[in-house]
């Protein structure tokens, strides 16, 4: 039986050597004709003849990959997989599947192995809309605040004053209005640039992901501590 597989989807990975030696090593024990291309921020293509020559690319950061391309067939090209890793925000891997059975099934195994295998401790942070999230807990606590005034009031009356509302006073709600849509957009921008969907973390790219890697844990530690002291403030207040 012929099985055949043609998927886009979304995934958090950091590929350093060691994960590239062990796809391509898994791959070739069962389609060993194996081709290597990378697209990068200089808008340049290039073809590897093997991981040997790929390892000689500096993937500087004028020339950073933005995605890897492995093509793997066997000797009769009767078997086909493809995998497609690029630094996309959605829909970042694409693979390709055409093959009998047997080898079929072991190397879609192998693909979410792979997966599951380069996803980092970030990958939370990555996937979520932080825009969405932070105007979600802004409606959260208005609404909330305005649902217990309503429950502790004895009666409720609508006003208007006489002499109209001050030019402060819209200013202030506008600014409030306005101030998570500020703060999640701000923050997705900071997931973009800190917390990437696609790393490719060798060569110059791994000196890249190591600044990051320290900004990340500045950027978490710093959340925290926030978190924390708005708590103990609330207690003391």
Aim: hydrophobic residues 50%; contains cysteine; aromatic residues 12%.
């Amino acid at each position: 039986m012929h099985i055949s597989r043609s998927d886009r989807e979304t995934s958090i990975f950091v590929l350093k050597w060691a994960d590239i030696e062990k796809l391509l090593g898994s791959i070739a024990e069962f389609l060993p004709e194996i081709a290597i291309s990378t697209s990068c921020s200089d808008r340049l293509d290039r073809a590897f003849a093997d991981i040997d020559e790929l390892k000689k690319f500096s993937n500087s950061q004028r020339a950073a990959i933005v995605e890897l391309k492995i093509v793997a067939r066997d000797a009769m090209h009767s078997h086909r997989f493809s995998l497609v890793l690029n630094t996309d925000e959605r829909n970042n891997v694409r693979v390709s599947l055409d093959a009998d059975e047997v080898i079929a099934l072991k190397v879609n195994d192998l693909y979410q192995d792979y997966l599951d295998s380069v996803r980092p401790w970030y990958s939370w942070i990555a996937r979520a809309n932080w825009y969405l999230i932070v105007l979600g807990i802004w409606m959260f606590v208005q609404f909330g605040a305005l649902a217990i005034a309503m429950f502790k009031a004895t009666s409720i009356s609508f006003t208007w004053p006489k002499d109209g509302v001050h030019g402060n006073e819209i200013l202030k709600g506008f600014l409030i209005g306005m101030a998570p849509l500020f703060v999640g957009a701000v923050m997705n921008h900071v997931r973009n640039k800190f917390f990437p969907t696609g790393t490719f973390a060798f060569g110059d790219g791994e000196n890249r992901h190591s600044r990051n890697e320290v900004i990340r844990t500045v950027l978490i530690a710093a959340f925290a501590v926030s978190v924390v002291s708005s708590v103990v403030v609330s207690w003391f207040l």
